[in-house]
Every structure is written in C-alpha cells, then in structure tokens.
C-alpha cells in the first residue's frame, strides 16, 4: 500500500509565505509524476502545480511568479512553497502522485488527505 502524508499547512496573513511537504511512502518502485492540487468550498479541484521525475514543471497561471514546486526523489518528497500568498489561495491543499508498487508492472494514481491552507487578515 502506498501512501501520501501532507504537512505544513496552517493560517497565514496575506503576503505571507508557507511550505507545504508531501511524502509517499509504502512498497515503492518508482514514482513518475507528482503535484499539489487545492479545492476551495464551492468551488471545482485545481491544479496548483506539478513536476516529473526530470524536474519538468508546469503551474496555474494564478501562482506561477509566486509559487515554486520542488522534488526530492530519495526522500521521496515533493514540496510546494507559497509566496505572497493571497486571501483566494485559501482552499484544502493535496498532494497528488502516480506511483508503480514494487512488484507491479502498472502505476496508480494516489491522493493525500489534504491540507488547510487559510490566508486572512
């Protein structure tokens, strides 16, 4: 079984900074992509940011010059820090990876149990 435990979330004034961890861990071969989503109440889950084995990078355009997605493939980790965070990044955070168990010839796709992140003043 694998599984992903978010940390770091809490409240924080606007322009305030926060990090978020996310790390898998369970009978692991290999772990392809990974990335942070967030779902804010009444609203659709988005994709805040995701990165590859290779280190390539995509973001939403809304925090694209504020946050930074980063991987550490032997701790198996994958980070989101938020910069300049702003009263509309307020949502539930979680962290989102497609994983091959040892074993396996197939990968699944795996979510955390989320993370609050609230920004107000």
């Known amino acids: 079984q694998v599984q992903l435990v978010e940390s770091g979330g809490g409240l924080v004034q606007p322009g305030g900074s926060l990090r978020l961890s996310c790390a898998a861990s369970g009978s692991i071969f290999s772990i392809n992509r990974m990335g942070w989503y967030r779902q804010a109440p009444g609203k659709q889950r988005e994709l805040v940011a995701a990165t590859t084995t290779g280190g390539t990078t995509n973001y939403a355009d809304s925090v694209k010059d504020r946050f930074t997605i980063s991987r550490d493939n032997a701790k198996k980790t994958v980070y989101l820090q938020m910069n300049s965070l702003k009263p509309e990044d307020t949502a539930v955070y979680r962290c989102?990876?497609?994983?091959?168990?040892?074993?396996?010839?197939?990968?699944?796709?795996?979510w955390g149990q989320g993370t609050q992140v609230t920004v107000s003043s």
């Open positions: 989102n990876a497609d994983v091959k168990s040892l074993g396996w010839t197939t990968s699944f796709n795996y």
